[in-house]
């Protein structure tokens, strides 16, 4: 039978844990409650009264065709810049972890953007790609109209996906590159003895074994792209949700309507519903994804 | 000893001096907030405001925050103000005049100044400025500050080669002198961005045609928008036309320059846009370029109408404490007096609010010289014809998404994926569910 410690202080133990309580509370829980009361109500935004609608707010959500655009937008996005991060970090950690020159440098060189905050980042890509006045300008002297995401909706989604990416691969970077070097050098040693290549190694050895810190990668990175600051930033300073609303992402539909729409129970509605799907969606990635994981 | 050094010496101990004399005053000075939201240069000449006023007297000091952007200025003293920490003064744009109207969380301008020994005359204020920040029945309610109106910048220089002096008076006009540009070689011989206040708002009240029913929404929170229905939509179809044979040019920050600096610049040779980028455009355009404003064009044939007001108002805050209110009084009736009105224009291109004000500039020939002549179109435009139900301004509530959703329309528009109709109609639809969502979460109230 199995020996337990236990420590028998009860009082004691929730006295220390109180504190960290307390600022969920207040940080988590105390809004997310006021949300959900003002997400059932229509909010004067002033204050000075609100009365009871029921689901109403939800129904005009729900009903309203261009949510359900921002709903699609929300998760092309959030798919595409996941995977683009994902694989594009899987490339350069494969690299660097086989030694190759200069891979010392590139290993904390591929770390910096995610260090640049996000409305930067945004700055710099705007600079880079405006189609009349960037760096790849040039592109519509070749061919007029090539390029402009401030009319193209799938290019201004594409610029977005792009820069979430750009700043994403750091991370991810990081945590695979770090994955791949606790693979005991003894398997890779043995496979190559055997005759196994390097891309054989990489098939066979390397990615089953990085499955759990890929499946990791995943939840946050999926998770961050529906509900993060970053997503946020990129689309406040890239597109403001344009054009003709092709980026306008839930998180960032939340933040317009509310704030300066000045609709704050629609806003609350609609963050109450995407609560829900960000759950949902991490959900089915532990129910169904995870069983392909292999953890050792 | 050489004189530079002495001058820095008095300097010095006049600094010294006056830091003594002041430090013992300052102390038992008055303060009270003033939030704003103009940023850049412009804020910049808000905090030389506060400045001013702060050196005038002894009494008051006034603390001036800037909060980056007009929306921004409105977010923040709404959660200021149900946290019971709001500033005495904040400065609303127009989209969220109604929302404040209806709260009662300010304190009206005319009741300010007469419990504080103000004499104030009211009716000095332009009407055009004066009714889109007053109740229905003509009170005002808060201050108008910074007032513009849209005008139509055109560039002389590129007017020259084509062997025209005079900007275009009506549309059809803009057409032939933009077909004109365009055979000459400019690319941009107007830039247009998504700005929904030039082409529907200031179009449709020159034009005087309704933006919504219940005279734009005055008469009652039962209005609904019509913008769908009015010369507006041929406008746009206009604008369509020309934009898809390459004679207008969509401008927009997103696209790499907005209106204003692609006509600074000399990308674009005409645009339209805000008097107050009159000053913008004078520094930062070379200076050997030679442009001007000229009043909106009209389409032929219309009976042209009183432009609107655009910018914001200075309103006051309930809540506070005396001491506050009668800073804020002193600060108001500070910037209303002609010398600071005249100082506010000279440094902006916003122009002056009150008859008063303006004749007294136009007697100085303020007028009369180069980096400030043609301003005074500006007022010519907003005071063409005396305010009708129908220009006296837009009053509609959740202005701000019914904006949005006529940008939208106008970026679905321009990128080819809906017609002109379609789109404008479902934009009404959509603007027509937000004023009933507006009306039900004031139900109860009525307009004043």
Partial sequence: MEKRAVFRAGSLAYLLILPQLLLVFVFFYWPTGAALYWAFTLEMPWGGGNQWVGLENFTAVLKDGKYWSSVVASCVFAFAATALALAQALVLALFVDRQLRGSRGFRSFYVWPYAVAAPAVSLAFRFIFAPETGLVAFVNQWWPGLWNPSINGAQAMALVVLCFAWKWIGYNFIFLLAALQSIPRALMEASAMDGAGPLRRMLDIQLPLLTPTFFFLLVINLTESFVGPDSFGIVDILTEGGPANATNLLVYKIYSDGFKGLDYSGAAAQSIILMLLVMVLTFIQFRWVERRVHYK | ?448
């Fill in chain 2, 1 to 448: 000893m050489s004189f530079v050094s002495k001058l820095q010496m008095s300097a010095a101990a006049g600094a010294l001096v006056a830091a003594f004399a002041v430090s013992p005053a300052a102390a038992e000075r008055a303060r009270f907030e003033f939030w704003y939201g103009l940023t850049g240069d412009l804020g910049e000449r808000v905090q030389e405001t506060c400045k001013r006023f702060n050196d005038s007297q002894q009494e008051f000091e006034a603390v001036c925050v800037g909060q980056g952007g007009y929306p921004n200025a409105v977010q923040n003293a709404i959660a200021a103000y149900r946290a019971g920490k709001q500033p005495t003064i904040v400065q609303v744009y127009d989209g969220g005049t109604l929302d404040l109207m209806l709260s009662g969380a300010y304190v009206p301008a005319r009741k300010l100044m007469a419990d504080n020994g103000y004499e104030v005359k009211w009716d000095d204020y332009f009407s055009g400025i004066a009714n889109y920040y007053a109740t229905a029945k003509g009170e005002l309610l808060s201050f108008p500050y910074n007032s513009s109106t849209a005008m139509l910048y055109w560039n002389r220089d590129a007017f020259a080669k084509i062997g025209r002096d005079k900007a275009p008076a009506t549309w059809e006009e803009v057409e032939e002198v933009a077909r004109e540009l365009k055979k000459a070689g400019y690319e941009c011989p107007l830039g247009f961005n998504f700005d929904t206040w030039q082409i529907l708002e200031q179009f449709s009240a020159i034009h005087g045609e309704p933006i919504a029913t219940k005279n734009n929404g005055y008469d009652g929170l039962d209005a609904e928008v019509v913008f769908n229905k009015t010369k507006f939509v041929d406008h746009v179809k206009f604008f369509k036309r020309m934009a898809d044979e390459g004679v207008f040019t969509v401008r927009t920050k997103e696209a790499g320059m907005d209106i204003v600096p692609s006509f600074a610049s000399g990308a674009c040779q005409m645009i339209q846009t805000s008097i107050a980028d009159h000053g913008t455009i004078g520094k930062t355009a070379a200076a050997d370029m030679k442009w001007d404003v000229a009043m909106l064009p009209v389409w032929n044939g219309t009976e042209r109408k009183n432009s609107l007001v655009g910018g914001a108002s200075l309103w006051v805050l309930a809540g506070k404490s005396e001491p506050e209110y009668k800073g804020a009084a002193a600060f108001l009736k500070f910037i209303g007096t002609p010398e600071s009105a005249e100082w506010w224009s000279t440094v902006t291109g916003y122009i002056p609010v009150t008859n008063s004000g303006f004749e007294a500039m136009k007697a100085k020939g303020f007028y009369d010289k180069a980096p400030y002549k043609g301003r005074e179109l500006a007022i010519e435009s907003l005071t063409f014809t005396p305010t009708t139900p129908i220009t006296r301004g837009i009053r509609l509530g959740g202005f701000m998404q019914i904006r949005k959703e006529v940008t939208d329309a106008l970026q679905g528009i321009f990128a080819g994926k809906v017609g002109v109709e379609e789109a404008l109609n479902e934009a009404a639809e959509r603007s027509n569910a937000v004023l009933r969502r507006f009306e039900k979460t004031y139900a109860g109230k009525s307009l004043l």
